[in-house]
């Protein structure tokens, strides 16, 4: 009953944040139901899934709104997801009119070009962890008799929210997708590529939790 209650209000609140996001009401729209449950759904996991095994799991319950800006939600990373989503898409169109050259081989790609303080942020504090982090979210609990493994999902939700207010500051202050001119294109797939790890990470992290990716929200 208690989950119930939970789903529907969530919901209800992801509607109501769509709405005003669109400014319309989407919740009779075939393409936006599916995208309103995995919200929902997402915003439960991360507040139960968030919450270490020893602590107490508090919900609220109350009428509050949910919006894409909460830095502390699954939507949250939902709509970093999406952001993301529409990023690559926006390359992939730009690339088909000719504006573009097709992604070139990774190796030849001149990470020096990466000056921007934001992209080794994200990449020393989110990307090279993030195997660790899976390593002890899922570690073989050696003070217990016979074999247990110490589930730390809030390792797991807490580094995909801290990468998205990462990607979400960085994306606010640079233009990814700059002029079509080729001395631009060196430092364009630099960035490119180093998104592509981001967008990697926040897959994995929500297939982990039984999630899938939005590319809209």
């Known amino acids: 009953m208690i989950r119930l209650l939970s789903y529907r209000l969530r919901h209800m609140q992801v509607c109501k944040a769509s709405a005003l996001k669109h400014s319309r009401d989407l919740t009779e729209d075939p393409a936006w139901t599916e995208t309103f449950r ?3 759904v997402a ?8 919450t270490a095994p020893q602590s107490q799991l508090v919900l609220a319950l109350a009428d509050s709104s949910i919006s894409t800006k909460g830095t502390k939600s699954g939507t949250f990373v939902m709509y970093n997801c999406a952001r993301l989503a529409t990023l690559f898409e926006g390359y992939k169109h730009s690339m088909e009119q000719g504006l573009y050259p097709p992604f070139p081989p990774v190796s030849s790609l001149d990470f020096s070009l990466l000056h921007d303080e934001g992209e080794w942020l994200l990449l020393f504090n989110s990307i090279l962890p993030f195997p660790a982090v899976l390593s002890q979210a899922a570690a073989l609990d050696g003070t217990a008799a016979g074999l247990h493994i110490a589930a730390r999902t809030e390792m797991v939700c807490k580094s995909l929210v801290k990468l998205s207010m990462d990607f979400s500051s960085y994306y606010n202050r640079v233009h990814i997708l700059g002029e079509p001119r080729p001395h631009l294109f060196g430092q364009m797939f630099a960035r490119l ?5 981001v967008r990697e990470v926040l897959h994995t992290g929500l297939a982990l939790l039984g999630l899938p990716p939005l590319s809209h929200i």
């Open 38 to 40: 995995v919200l929902s």
């Open 43 to 50: 915003t439960i996991k991360f507040e139960m899934l968030s």
């Open 193 to 197: 590529q180093l998104l592509r790890a």
